[in-house]
């Protein structure tokens, strides 16, 4: 009896090794298919008298991309909610820089509202804008919607990020040569998005973690597409993902998915500061200005899914977004059906 307990038992255990080899094998193998190499942007680009905007600056990526553009000599303006934090981070920002133009500006991506004010208000102090960085964003939170009726995570990675940018695209036209950069995640390939059901929160999100995420991000990468198609020439429009980066995104994940999600990325991941750099390569290679309407990863570009390719489903996705926040501004033709 006992000797069949032993060999129960070294079974269990050998299971369980055998098991933990096989996941670390297939981190291995995620790691070698999204991000062979972390690779670093190198152009020397300066910015004096440039402005650049960076939504969710005051911390992981966006933190070091404000950093990065202020050191080349940049305006920046790090947009966020968390008027404690972003202070602590200018102020980072400008002991290690040496610029103290940098500031921090409130803006709260859950409320329409807020998105409108910070425009205006951008709007009425800055005369220019040459970079805009959409980098703010949630990588889960609760099932909810908010006071505009739209589903909370949608709001602020998509429908949020999609009316400041078009609140602000007549400074950035202005200000030509221009660039906006968004940041998406290889995630997308987890998304699939109905246009006429984009501020809902759909049923299936209760069984397919990461979904609800990658379908806010699938949305960035088709709005980018179709941007790109409709601004003037000059402005450039291009979409990235970062890497796997140890960030604090998935902190309101419930304990069990979020230690395992910490514990891959632990495993896997590439710091704050190596994230950032295909975020600065857009913002400042001179080999990428007429580039526009591209998806890039590790400084380079590369294909998306083929589900973010699909230039239909951009375009309906479009009209459905300008729908949807339509009531809270009025725009230009440049928000229309039709392009440029």
């Known amino acids: 009896m006992l000797s069949a307990l032993i060999i129960f038992l070294n079974f269990i255990i050998n299971l369980f090794s055998y098991t933990l080899l096989l996941i670390l094998i297939c981190f291995v193998a995620l790691k070698i298919w999204i991000d062979p190499f972390t690779k670093r942007c190198k152009c020397k680009t300066k910015l004096n008298e440039k402005v650049a905007l960076i939504t969710g600056g005051n911390s992981g990526i966006g933190f070091e991309t404000a950093k990065a553009l202020a050191e080349r000599g940049a305006r920046v ?69 908010t006071e505009n009726g739209i589903d909370l995570l949608m ?72 941007l790109a198609k409709r601004v003037p020439q000059g402005v450039t429009v291009n979409v990235l993902h970062p890497g796997l980066v140890m960030t604090n995104i998935f902190d309101k994940l419930n304990y069990v998915t979020k230690y395992i999600i910490h514990f891959a990325i632990y495993l896997l991941f590439i710091s704050a500061e190596e994230g950032a750099q295909t975020i600065i390569h857009l913002c400042v290679s001179p080999n990428l200005e007429s580039s526009t309407g591209d998806y890039y990863q590790n400084c380079k570009r590369v294909k998306a899914s083929k589900t973010a390719e699909d230039a239909d489903l951009a375009r309906r996705l479009w009209e459905k977004s300008v729908a949807i926040i339509d009531k809270y501004s009025k725009f230009g033709t440049l928000l229309g059906t039709q392009g440029k």
């Open 155 to 226: 709001q602020i990675n998509y429908i949020g990020p999609f009316l400041l940018t078009h609140l602000l695209l007549d400074k950035l036209i202005k200000s030509k040569p221009s660039r906006i950069v968004m940041v998406s995640s290889f995630l997308h390939y987890l998304g699939r998005v109905d246009p006429e059901k984009i501020a809902s929160w759909e049923p299936i999100y209760t069984y397919l973690p990461g979904a609800r995420y990658g379908k806010t991000k699938l949305c960035i990468i088709l709005w980018a597409k179709e």
């Open 77 to 145: 303006i790090i947009a966020s909610r968390n008027e404690k934090k972003s202070a602590q981070a200018v102020d980072i920002i400008k002991q290690e820089t040496g610029n103290d133009k940098v500031e921090y500006r409130h803006l709260n991506l859950l409320k329409l509202d807020s998105v409108q004010e910070f425009a205006e208000k951008f709007n009425e102090d800055f005369d220019r804008l040459d970079i805009l960085v959409n980098n703010a964003a949630c990588g889960e939170i609760k099932k909810g919607y």
